[in-house]
């Protein structure tokens, strides 16, 4: 660097400038124009502390940036830290609110499921009922007949009994006879309603039936 500064060796001396005229009477003095302040020459000693201090200050800057870039991306990964939690919580929430929808489907499903049945078994309940009152007026019919039967059979066993106890044996014969053709001797009832240990009324029937015989 110092070599730079040293004129060449081939460069002649300039030649001093001409003196100017001393200045006519009655005329101002002419002013000189100042002469430009040369550059200082620096020592390699200089220079090398100048390139130190700009490489320190160039240091100094880079690690300046470089910090100012490690806060930068440490704020940067705080913020998307916090951003990734508050979305985890969400989803959290959101997979939460899912489960807790997919349990209230599934209850109302098996709610659902379990009233299915129910209707169908009070359908089935209402189809056995309906079948029970189809068969019922036969039922009813039939009961008629043998209240009817019974009450005639029994009519029939008082004559026949009111004539034994008359010792009237061919008039109970006869009526003997004719509740037999009239197909109503398995009318009469077979159990007493009294607890007096007596014959129900076809106990009665036969025990008449064999004495007249």
């Given at each position: 660097?110092?070599?730079?500064?040293?004129?060449?060796?081939?460069?002649?001396?300039?030649?001093?400038?001409?003196?100017?005229?001393?200045?006519?009477?009655?005329?101002?003095?002419?002013?000189?124009?100042?002469?430009?302040?040369?550059?200082?020459?620096?020592?390699?000693?200089?220079?090398?502390?100048?390139?130190?201090?700009?490489?320190?200050?160039?240091?100094?800057?880079?690690?300046?940036?470089?910090?100012?870039?490690?806060?930068?991306?440490?704020?940067?990964?705080?913020?998307?830290?916090?951003?990734?939690?508050?979305?985890?919580?969400?989803?959290?929430?959101?997979?939460?609110?899912?489960?807790?929808?997919?349990?209230?489907?599934?209850?109302?499903?098996?709610?659902?499921?379990?009233?299915?049945?129910?209707?169908?078994?009070?359908?089935?309940?209402?189809?056995?009922?309906?079948?029970?009152?189809?068969?019922?007026?036969?039922?009813?019919?039939?009961?008629?007949?043998?209240?009817?039967?019974?009450?005639?059979?029994?009519?029939?066993?008082?004559?026949?009994?009111?004539?034994?106890?008359r010792s009237r044996w061919t008039l109970?014969?006869?009526?003997?006879?004719?509740?037999?053709?009239?197909?109503?001797?398995d009318y009469l009832p077979k159990e007493?309603?009294?607890?007096?240990?007596?014959?129900?009324?076809?106990?009665?029937?036969?025990?008449?039936?064999?004495?007249?015989?």
């Open positions: 660097m110092a070599e730079e500064h040293k004129r060449p060796l081939s460069q002649e001396p300039e030649a001093p400038a001409p003196e100017s005229a001393a200045p006519a009477e009655g005329q101002a003095p002419a002013t000189s124009q100042p002469k430009e302040a040369k550059r200082p020459t620096l020592t390699p000693g200089q220079q090398k502390r100048r390139q130190k201090s700009v490489f320190q200050y160039i240091t100094i800057l880079f690690a300046a940036a470089f910090a100012l870039l490690l806060f930068t991306f440490l704020m940067e990964r705080r913020q998307n830290d916090l951003l990734q939690q508050q979305n985890q919580e969400e989803i959290d929430s959101l997979q939460q609110e899912s489960v807790n929808a997919v349990q209230s489907l599934q209850n109302l499903y098996d709610q659902n499921e379990s009233l299915k049945q129910q209707v169908a078994d009070l359908e089935e309940q209402l189809a056995d009922y309906q079948d029970q009152m189809d068969v019922l007026p036969g039922v009813i019919a039939d009961l008629e007949q043998t209240l009817d039967s019974t009450q005639r059979a029994m009519d029939w066993f008082w004559q026949i009994d009111e004539a034994y106890v109970c014969r006869q009526l003997i006879d004719s509740l037999e053709e009239a197909g109503l001797v007493s309603t009294t607890d007096n240990d007596r014959f129900s009324p076809y106990d009665r029937f036969q025990e008449i039936k064999e004495a007249v015989d």
